[in-house]
DNA sequence: TGCCGAATCTAAGCATTGATTAGATGGAGC
DNA sequence: GCTCCATCTAATCAATGCTTAGATTCGGCA
């Protein structure tokens, strides 16, 4: 029934399946050319479709957005947590250092993605128990490791475990916005900004583990 | 001369003095409402001009902001140089937190200015050297200060300078960051931020000295 | 003092945007 | 085969960044 002439394809009024494609096409458009450069209704041009059909299915460009915040979001964690898998069987601060490798690559890789997860004015972050439960995910394997590494006597026992996730949560962020947020022209040729930054992220770790 | 009835002054064609008052006008709507929701015209309108005029001064609204951006980021390196004068006679790593401590205060107190100069997406960064050369002024005393408290030997001899560098400035980069983006809907009540922020670095700062 | 050129501003306009609404269209279920 | 409802179009609104032609005014020079 769908006999689709190659070339010209007559267009049919019901999409089928118009929000896939749109979150599709967002994806290719901020890849393309960065989010502040995404609109609506370029979105809407790319899927074929008029301006005000995507109002049907986000009720606004914050919620578009947000919807794909949550698919990348989504592929952090995975990223994130393969990472730690690689190195399952190793010291928990191993383990913490290959979570903070997996973060890092994935901004790296990926970093309008990381620019639309991380600045929460342009998603709705608040509204989106999606987006905070990944968030907790990440968190969370960070506590446990420290926990463990702390049992293990691999961390100086004055600091306890909640101010240790936000060092570690400081300095990756850190390292990732400052590569996104362009702080890094100084050595900026391809490549390198990853072993540098892994370089660091590596120094950091260690110096968690010097015991006092 | 300028005889002004106090009540509804007749607007004079030439307002005198327009560069200083968009620039005033600016970061009253900034500070009102945050970057996102700036626009020339309403710059325009609370300066009591035509919708073209600023045009003529800044060729393009980032050009606005980036002129904003180098005074907001003049205050912010009197604040740090202020924050290290304070401890001027104490030890080098003190007075490396101290500057951590004048910048975090600075981007915790003034936000969305904060914005403005560390997202080079809304400035012109590359364009400026006023900006380029403030940037390099705080790095340049987190380098002098590193380099004399290798000297000291109250470093681990096997990081470089550089290298620690790169650490400090992303770490509380990141700290900045994270309040400025919100991830802090944890312990968001005022005031805390500050403490919990400020610990932390003192944390690093620490961990930093641990001679291994 | 009077005039001219240059700096400054207005007015009008262009293309574009996010968002809303009324109504056309077509698929799903009875 | 018919009806209902989700889906989409078309038209529209107010707002935005930015440009241009022309009006206004100021400073300097005669």
Redesign the interface.
């Known amino acids: 029934m769908t006999d689709e002439p190659a070339t010209e394809r007559p267009k049919p009024y019901h999409h089928g399946n118009l929000v896939d494609e749109l979150l599709r096409v967002t994806v290719e458009i901020i890849e393309e050319k ?1 989010v ?1 450069q995404l609109s609506m209704r370029e979105v809407a041009r790319r899927a074929g479709v008029s301006p005000g059909a995507p109002f049907q299915h986000f009720a606004s460009k914050s919620a578009l957005l947000t919807a794909v915040a949550e698919q990348a979001m989504q592929r952090l964690v995975d990223a994130v947590s393969e990472a730690q898998d690689e190195v399952a069987t190793e010291a928990p601060l191993r383990r913490l250092e290959a979570i903070g490798q997996g973060y890092l690559r994935w901004a790296l890789a990926n970093p309008t993605h990381f620019e639309v997860i ?4 342009l998603i709705d ?2 509204s989106s128990l999606t987006l905070q439960a990944q968030n907790d995910a990440i968190r969370h394997s960070m506590v446990e490791l420290l926990t463990l590494a702390k049992a293990n006597g691999n961390l ?1 026992s004055e ?1 306890d475990i909640q ?1 240790l996730v ?2 570690c ?7 990732a ?2 590569v996104v ?3 890094f ?1 100084e050595w900026q040729i391809t490549g390198e900004a990853e072993t ?1 930054v892994l ?2 992220l590596n ?2 770790i260690t ?2 583990s ?1 015991t ?1």
Not at 169 to 175: D, E, I, K, P
């Open positions: 960065g502040d991380s600045s929460r004015k972050f608040a100086p600091r101010e936000l060092a949560r400081a300095y990756v962020y850190g390292l916005r400052m947020d362009d702080h022209r540098v370089r660091s120094g950091f110096s968690l010097r006092g």
